[in-house]
């Protein structure tokens, strides 16, 4: 491999700097080091997010390297750097914003790939895959804690945090696959559709998010989406109550929350 090839791969400073960050405010979280565990959990889970969009696009980049596209190392796509995948406001504000809001996963970030140097549509479609598949992984990665029972001794502060941390993910990953142009869920299927069909989806793509979010400010479609989410967390062994006092904890600028000890109580 050429210094240069090398070079497109080394891992970004940038990076490292959010899974420091990220390592810190966990530590912070952990210790009660921090005069507002609030904050520390903001830190913990804004990190967090940060991180796991980059390894959702670097999923999308390295999957299409080994499906042709050998642009996406020029791109800096493989070096796990933010700056290289986002736009300031669509990809770090409005995504910060939604989980303020709703505690809602926006999907965030692009990877441009050269769909002309792939070849087979199920290349297309994995492509497409790989980056809601990493936010399902790094759900099952963040709550691993919980489906483990190695929950003793571990701090309620961080237990909320890791359980607000992955309502995010699961809440992207459901999000991204749905079929909607725009979303990396329609670019699994998007190889499987004829010409025509494509074309006249195409003008809709830039609109999808749009709709998908004034879809769910509907409140019946919105209790739907979170039982949806709430059972998905169950499975993993995550109850509402933890996700609730995640967000809470989250919005530090309203107060650190006043936490009924989990010592005793009973969550059904």
Known sequence: MSAAARGDRRVSPVFLALVAVMGVSLWAVWTGFSASPGFAVFLFVVSGWVVSLCLHEYAHARTALHGGDISVGAKGYLTLDPLKYTHA?????????????????LPGGAVFIERNRIRGRWRHSLISAAGPLTNALFAVVVTAPFWLGTMDGVPDHLRYALAFMAQLQVTAAILNFLPVPGLDGYGVIEPWLSHKVRRQVEPFAPFGILAVFGVLWIPEVN???????????????????????????????????????LTGLVIG
Request: glycine share 10%; hydrophobic share 55%; no cysteine.
């Open 89 to 105: 406001m669509l990809s770090i504000v409005l995504p910060v914003i939604f989980v303020i809001m709703g505690g809602i996963g």
């Open 223 to 261: 209790h739907a989406f979170f039982d949806m989410i709430d059972a998905v967390l169950r499975g993993l062994d995550v109850m509402a109550w933890d996700t609730y006092w995640g967000q809470q904890l989250f919005r530090f600028w309203e107060g650190t929350p006043d936490i009924p000890p």
